[in-house]
């Protein structure tokens, strides 16, 4: 197996990066890594590795353009055929690469992935799904973004692709599919949610309903639908508040001494906690709905979650997650 | 000044909503609150009170139905015509109140407030603001879940409405506007958003264009427009991120002594941060659009929340926002 890591995306340099892939080769006897980005600069980094029986099963495919972080996923695609994600997803669609990995533009990285491999046979509108941490198992949310405005249909696609990420690799045999909505009535919600739950409902899925805003973090629910705006929204919200809380609470300590000596007690709890909560533990967002595996990381990835989104995508590929995604749609669709 | 307050709404019970009345009057000489509900129950609890100076201040205006948390709005307001919102709200009509408070059924209070006081002339639709806590300074998010399915023009007085407030209630001059969205560019967003960056932008209002999620928390805006669907969900995923948080770092404290010996001296820390965060000392959630004043607080309030609420409606009535928002809405809409 070979999975193809865009080094140059994301916030993070490729360093870190390359570090990412080597944690995950180090660990994993069954993959190796395909390095994409610029060859010379890319040699000269893995040359300086001084673990050679691991950089060995790093190999590096030369691209020679890079989509930045807000460039439009449309002009990125057109113009810019020498990507490190458009040579990427060319790799798996001639064979040569199982998968795609990105911390870059993930919009560019789904847009790609579609202009090289296609959709899956019947999925209207292919997405990104993301793992929420939760107080019991993660919940699988989808869209997170690349759908902003949705139908009742595409909503009802994630949910049947979703819930075969979280059978496949979560291991939920039956999960329980949820609808965000702004309250648990199946009548609550705007028009897009209201019909969606019909449709839902008929389904066959393990529907459990609406879900509000108050649930996703209670982990009741495997499964959480909403459209890409929503999603987006969702996933920022908690992430800047996160982010804030700790910073106000970092404030309150810091004013007294006291609070100070308390905090040198407590802080491999604050460190299992942030382990708990932190996006780097839960690796990478995948693009479902393609006709071939990517994983989409956060572009503040540290090398964990590189390694993460890597073995997340070879985990997509071994368990083969778009063949269930095919059968699944032609079970629920009729 | 009197300020009616529903005596019976929310999850907290009508003695703690009477504690919240006593602290508001023992805090402000200029207005007085009156109690809705059973009048015989009502002052059987006022009978109880120790401070009569105090408690000569409240009076009781029965109304002998109370909405539930799950009801339907349109049939609360159709067949409960002496709930305590009804008759509150007619109290507001008649000029024998100022205002109401009610920590019960948000979108039933509205309904109450819209059927018995009318819209403001121009305001296509009422809504629901509240303020976020940031690290800066408290934001206000409107709206928060009265209109699920909005058109630009509502976003549009939103903004408006909610500026006012900004101005009147937190002393800021020149509030500047943002718009929720899921990139900071004019072309993110869904078709809503990007028709509604066009109307803000041609105001004449201090927009600062889109933000994001992240954003909410920072502080570095002061009015954040969305729609009730989405300001709901933002409210709800917040606070069920903060409760899951504070729970998760609870059973990593308990998991060691050591730990535990240092929350012991951070607690104060803590309390001051959960004060920071805490919706109870944010108070109400003012509706906006209504010919009249209504607050809502959240279903769980405490007595600080509840008088906090109290206050605010005071605030709204002695600063006559309805009458900014009127000039405002006439300045904005040529």
Do not use: W
Not at 37 to 52: H, I, M, N
């Amino acid at each position: 197996m070979r999975i193809a890591l865009d080094a140059m995306g994301g916030d993070c340099g490729s360093e870190l990066l390359i570090e990412g892939a080597l944690a995950a080769v180090r660990d994993n006897r069954d993959f190796e890594v395909v390095l994409l980005g610029p060859s010379a600069e890319l040699e000269k980094q893995v040359a300086l590795l001084a673990d050679t029986t691991l950089s060995s099963r790093l190999s590096i495919q030369h691209a020679s353009q890079v989509v930045s972080m807000h460039e439009s996923p449309v002009e990125a695609v057109r113009k810019k055929k020498d990507s490190t994600i458009m040579v990427g997803f060319d790799l798996v669609r001639q064979g040569k690469a199982d998968a795609v990995v990105s911390a870059g533009n993930s919009g560019a990285t789904l847009a790609a992935a579609v202009r090289k491999l296609g959709r899956l046979k019947g999925v209207a509108r292919p997405g990104i799904a993301s793992l929420f941490p939760t107080l019991k198992e993660p919940v699988i949310l989808m869209d997170i973004g690349a759908n902003v405005d949705c139908r009742p249909q595409h909503l009802f696609q994630f949910a049947i692709m979703a819930a075969s990420c979280s059978r496949l690799l979560l291991g939920i045999e039956r999960p329980r599919v949820g609808l965000l909505s702004i309250g648990e009535e199946s009548g609550k919600g705007n028009a897009l949610v209201k019909e969606t739950h019909v449709l839902l409902r008929q389904s066959g899925l393990n529907f459990i309903g609406n879900v509000e805003g108050r649930d996703v973090y209670q982990g009741d629910v495997d499964v959480i639908v909403c459209d890409g705006f929503v999603g987006n929204i969702s996933l920022k919200i908690s992430e800047g508040l996160a982010e804030a809380a700790m910073q106000m609470l970092k404030d309150e300590i810091m004013k007294s001494l006291r609070a100070k000596i308390g905090y040198l007690l407590i802080r491999k709890a604050f460190a299992r906690f942030r382990k708990r909560v932190d996006y780097a533990e839960y690796g990478g967002a995948p693009l479902l709905g393609i006709d071939g595996v990517g994983i989409i990381c956060h572009g503040k990835s540290n090398a964990i979650a590189i390694k993460n989104g890597i073995e997340v995508a070879a985990d997509m590929v071994r368990s083969r997650v778009n063949d269930s995604i095919r059968s699944s749609l032609e079970e629920y669709a009729t």
